[in-house]
C-alpha cells in the first residue's frame, strides 16, 4: 500500500495542500444538492450577463430531470449531450446524472459521420443538442438515431436584446446572435422538456460507483474511445483540484467557462469543481477576447483555466484596450505545452500566476499540476496531485521501472483514473495494469524533487487548440481520395505552444496537388480543428522494413517544406 513515504514530492507542495483527499462517499448529484442548499440565491451562471442563482439552476435540473423520466429515461441509460457552453447544458449535465443515467459528451462541431461513430458505439435513444447540430443526427441511419431529441436555441438563454446589446461589442452581438439562431424542426424544444413538473425528491440518487460520464477520446487507431468515468472519479478530481487551491472561498470565486465543457478539462473546470466550490461560472460559447473583456467589467475573472493561445490573445486584447486582468488568482493551463514566455506574458499583466498541469480524458482529466506558488518548476507539467502516485517505467515493458531521471512511459494511479472503455475490453487491458496502475503512453523524465517533464508522446497524438487529433484518422480520409495514394498525417510544432495539423500525401501517377481540394475533401468528414492547414506532396513516404509509415521522419522532411 502506497503511503507519504513514497510521496518525495509532498515536500513542494504549496502550504496548506494535503498529500491525500478524503475520498468522496457520495454522487455528483448529492454534490450538487449540497451546493443549490448552501448557495441559494448565490449567482451559479452567467450567460451574456444574465445570471441564474443556485436556487432557480436547481428547480431548472429537477424540471428537466422530470421531462427527461416522462420521456423513458432510466438509470444507466446514456443520454447524449451536444452543446456549447450555455447555462441549458450546465442543467442538462445534472438532470441526467440525478437520474441515474449516463452523460454522453459530444463536440457540437463534429460532422455527422464523426458523430454518428460514436452514436453507433454508446446507443443513446435521446440526445440534447444546440439547434444547429440537430440537422446532423437526422442524417444518421435510422438503426442509431435517437427516438428523442431535444433541441436547445441559446438566444432563450440571452437576457432581452436591450440588455444584451449593453453588454457587448456591436460586432459582437451581430455575429453571436447571427451564430446561435437556427431551427430545429421535428425535434423537441427545450423549454418543453423543462415542463413544470419536478422530479419526485424521493427518486434515488446515483451511487457514488456508479457511471456519470462516457467522454470520448482519440486513440491510436484513429476510432475514438469511450472513457468511462465514475461519480467517484469525477467527484475526486473535484477534491482533489479543491485541495490544490487552498485559498479559493466558497462563493467567492468566478471561474470564466472559456474551455469547452464538452472537453474533460472544462467538464471538470467548471462542472464538477466550479460547482463544488459554489462558484459563479461565466459561460461562453465560444473563445471570443471582446467577450472576455466585456465580461470583467461585471464579473471580473479569479479562476481562469485555458490553452496557451488564450491566454497570449487575451493578454493582447486586454491592453490594447486598457482592462484590468488582475482579478485573476488562479490559472491553469493545459491541454498543451506552456511555453515560459508566455506564462510570462500573462504573469505581468494579471494577479497570480500561471502554472501548467497535466492529465488525460482517462485521469478525469488533471493527475499532475505545477503548484500555485515558488516551489513551482517553468517547463514542467508539475507534480502528483494529492492521493496520486506516479512511476515511470521502461518503454515497451512496463514490469521495470527506469532508473531516476532516465526518461520512460509515465503510469498514474489514483482515485480519478477511469474505469475503462465502453465497450472495449481489450484496449481497457491495455492501458489498465494489475493494482490500478494507468498506461499514459506518455514519455517523462522526473527529477528527485518529483517534478515531470514530458519528453515525447508514444501514442503520437496531434494536439491542436487542445483538441486530440488522431493522425490515422486524417489519414483515413485522405485516402479515399482519387488523387491519394497514401499519405501521413503530423503534428507540427507552433510558437505558442500547440501544433498544427499537416498532412504528407503521395499522389497517384500522373494526379498533381490540388491542396485546397484536398482541405476541400476533408471538410466533408472532419471538424474543422482536424482538418490539415497545410498538405504537401513527397514520392515516398518513409517507411520501416514492414512498410509502416514512419511518422517521426515524415515530420523531419515536411518541416523544411513549410
Known amino acids: 500500500m502506497e503511503n507519504n513515504e513514497m510521496q518525495p514530492w509532498v515536500k513542494n507542495y504549496q502550504p496548506g495542500v494535503p498529500a491525500q483527499i478524503d475520498l468522496p462517499t457520495e454522487s455528483l448529484t448529492r454534490m450538487f444538492e449540497h451546493a443549490v442548499a448552501e448557495a441559494g440565491d448565490s449567482p451559479a451562471t452567467e450567460f451574456f450577463g444574465r445570471r441564474t442563482s443556485y436556487s432557480e439552476l436547481g428547480r431548472q ?179 482533489q483540484g479543491e485541495a490544490w487551491m487552498p485559498g479559493a472561498q466558497p462563493r467567492k470565486e468566478i471561474f470564466y467557462a472559456v474551455l469547452p465543457m464538452f472537453h474533460a478539462f472544462g467538464m471538470t473546470m467548471y462542472l464538477t469543481f466550479g460547482v463544488r466550490k459554489q462558484g459563479l461560472l461565466v459561460l461562453f460559447p465560444k473563445f471570443d477576447p471582446d467577450l472576455i473583456l466585456a465580461a470583467m467589467k461585471k464579473s471580473p475573472v479569479t479562476i481562469f483555466s485555458a490553452v496557451p493561445p488564450i491566454y497570449e490573445r487575451t493578454v493582447h486584447a486586454a491592453r490594447e484596450k486598457g482592462i484590468s486582468l488582475r482579478s485573476a488568482k488562479y490559472c491553469i493551463s493545459g491541454a498543451m505545452n506552456l511555453p515560459v514566455d508566455v506564462a510570462q506574458l500573462w504573469e505581468s499583466v494579471a494577479g497570480g500566476p ?131 495514394k497514401d499519405v501521413a498525417a503530423v503534428g507540427l510544432p507552433l510558437e505558442n505552444g500547440g501544433e498544427t495539423v499537416v498532412a504528407a500525401v503521395e499522389l497517384e501517377p500522373g494526379a498533381t496537388l490540388d491542396e485546397a481540394a484536398l482541405r476541400e475533401h476533408c471538410r466533408g468528414a472532419l471538424a474543422g480543428y482536424k482538418v490539415p492547414k497545410r498538405i504537401v506532396a513527397i514520392d515516398d513516404l518513409p517507411r520501416s522494413m514492414l512498410g509502416k509509415i514512419l511518422r517521426k521522419q515524415v515530420r523531419d522532411l515536411v518541416l523544411p517544406m513549410l
Not at 459530444?106 to 444546440?130: K, M
Not at 460520464?213 to 468511462?228: D, E, H, L, N
Not at 508514444?458 to 480520409?477: C, D, H, Q, R, Y
Open 61 to 239: 435540473v429537477s424540471r428537466a430531470a422530470e421531462g427527461l423520466r416522462r420521456l423513458g429515461v432510466k438509470a444507466g441509460d446514456r443520454v447524449a449531450l451536444i452543446l456549447p457552453n450555455c447555462p441549458q447544458h450546465v442543467v442538462a449535465f445534472y438532470a441526467i446524472l440525478r437520474l441515474g443515467a449516463v452523460v454522453v459528451e459530444h463536440n457540437p462541431l463534429y460532422t455527422s459521420r464523426e458523430l454518428a461513430g460514436q452514436f453507433e458505439d454508446h446507443q443513446a435513444r435521446v440526445a440534447i443538442v444546440w439547434d444547429k447540430t440537430a440537422a446532423a443526427i437526422k442524417e444518421f441511419p435510422e438503426e442509431i438515431r435517437p427516438g428523442h431529441v431535444i433541441s436547445v436555441n441559446l438566444l432563450e438563454a440571452f437576457p432581452s436584446v436591450k440588455r444584451l446589446a449593453l453588454n457587448l461589442p456591436v460586432k459582437s452581438l451581430r455575429t453571436t446572435k447571427d451564430a446561435l439562431t437556427a431551427p430545429a424542426p421535428g425535434t423537441t424544444p427545450w423549454k418543453e422538456l423543462l415542463g413544470r413538473e419536478t422530479l419526485d425528491v424521493g427518486h434515488p440518487h446515483p451511487d457514488v460507483q456508479d457511471l456519470a460520464v462516457i467522454q470520448y477520446t482519440s486513440g491510436t487507431t484513429g476510432r475514438p474511445k469511450g472513457a468511462m468515468l465514475s461519480h467517484f472519479n469525477l467527484h475526486s478530481n473535484a477534491l
Open 354 to 484: 500561471l502554472v501548467e498541469g497535466y492529465g488525460m480524458t482517462e485521469t478525469s482529466p488533471v493527475a499532475l499540476g505545477n503548484p500555485l506558488h515558488s516551489t513551482r518548476k517553468a517547463g514542467t507539467i508539475g507534480l502528483p496531485f494529492p492521493s496520486t502516485f506516479i512511476k515511470v517505467v521502461e518503454l515497451g515493458n512496463p514490469e521495470i521501472d527506469a532508473a531516476q531521471g532516465e526518461p520512460g512511459e509515465l503510469l498514474v494511479k489514483g482515485p480519478q483514473v477511469f474505469v475503462g472503455y465502453w465497450n472495449n475490453p481489450a484496449e481497457t487491458d491495455a492501458v489498465l495494469l494489475p493494482g490500478g496502475w494507468l498506461r499514459t503512453g506518455d514519455v517523462v523524465t522526473v527529477d528527485a524533487d518529483g517534478f515531470a517533464t514530458i519528453v515525447d508522446r508514444a501514442k503520437e497524438l496531434i494536439i491542436t487548440g487542445g483538441f486530440n487529433v488522431s493522425p490515422t484518422e486524417v489519414e483515413s480520409v485522405l485516402r479515399q481520395h482519387p488523387d491519394v
